[in-house]
């Protein structure tokens, strides 16, 4: 049996707490999912070669653990009451910037999300993504183009104007 080094595991716990957070949405649901994403990993640890890179393999095992929890469950939306921190810079406009991302984000499709973040957030090559997803390579190009086009048209859309009064 292939030994896992619990070193390289804990080394990859940031990024896969922040690729299921921008999944799941919620943080207790991203912590679950990375529980279970390590106790597969784990359970199958025969199936890992060293030399491979672990995250793509790791990326992979929460990627179908998504899948399966959501074929499992009907998707729900989160209240804005409930929805995920968002870091962001000290000023005001930077934080309506960063709202705005994220809402466009969530109205991605799902396959565009997943690569779009794959790709830019934790800086996966075009080979890693299209192994996590279990995609071809050019299905990862194909929806990472049309995922940043889809995320700019979202971005150019006029936001909704504010229902404020001016009050004299």
């Not at 070193?7 to 949405?25: F, M």
């Not at 962001?88 to 934080?95: H, I, S």
């Amino acid at each position: 049996m292939n030994q896992l080094d619990s070193q390289a595991l804990l080394a990859e716990l940031p990024r896969l707490r922040r690729y299921a957070r921008a999944l799941v949405g919620d943080r207790a649901g991203a912590d679950d999912l990375v529980q279970d994403t390590l106790e597969r990993a784990w359970a199958n640890a025969a199936q890992w070669r060293p030399g491979n890179a672990l995250r793509p393999w790791l990326f992979s095992i929460m990627h179908n653990l998504r899948i399966d929890q959501y074929r499992r469950n009907v998707p729900q939306l989160y209240p804005l009451d409930d929805a995920p921190e968002v870091a962001t810079r000290a000023t005001q406009g930077d934080r309506l910037d960063v709202m705005a991302l994220d809402a466009a984000l969530a109205r991605l499709p799902d396959e565009q999300r997943q690569v779009l973040l794959l790709v830019s957030l934790e800086e996966m090559s075009y080979g890693e993504v299209a192994t996590t997803l279990g995609i071809p390579p050019g299905t990862v190009m194909s929806r990472l183009a049309r995922g940043r086009e889809r995320l700019r048209q979202l971005l150019d859309e006029p936001q909704p104007s504010s229902r404020l009064r001016v009050v004299k």
